[in-house]
Structures are given as structure tokens and as C-alpha cells.
């Protein structure tokens, strides 16, 4: 089983990612491969963001 990215993690990959697309220097089936990673880690620092919204929710409430 894959380790779970922190925020961090996944952020930092997503820019060096990014990065790599703005160069240009990528083949097309490279930049496919790339861009699909950028979603994934893109929908894994939102993940983080939503539990964190979620924890500072929870404790406004309490």
C-alpha cells in the first residue's frame, strides 16, 4: 500500500510538477503523465484542506 502524502509533500511534488509542464520540454505522452500526477496531488492537498477546515469547524463549535 502507497504512504499516504502529507500537505506538504504533495505540495511540493505538485510544484516541481508544474515546473515541469511550464518547461515545455516534455514529449506529449510525458506531459499526460504529468498533468494526471498534477490532478492527483492537486486533489490530495485539497483533501488535507478540508479536513483541516473541517477540524477548525468542529472546534468553533465546540
Same mark, same amino acid.
Given at each position: 500500500m502507497a504512504k499516504k502524502l502529507?500537505? &506538504?509533500e504533495?505540495?511540493?511534488e505538485l510544484?516541481?510538477?508544474?515546473t515541469k509542464l511550464e518547461s515545455g +520540454? &516534455?514529449?506529449l505522452a510525458e506531459t499526460m503523465?504529468?498533468?494526471q500526477r498534477g490532478e492527483e496531488l492537486a +486533489?490530495?492537498?485539497q483533501?488535507?484542506?478540508d479536513e483541516a477546515r473541517a477540524?477548525?469547524?468542529q472546534a468553533a463549535k465546540e
Open positions: 502529507s500537505y &506538504e504533495a505540495r511540493d510544484v516541481a510538477t508544474v +520540454a &516534455e514529449t503523465k504529468l498533468w +486533489a490530495i492537498c483533501g488535507h484542506l477540524t477548525i469547524e
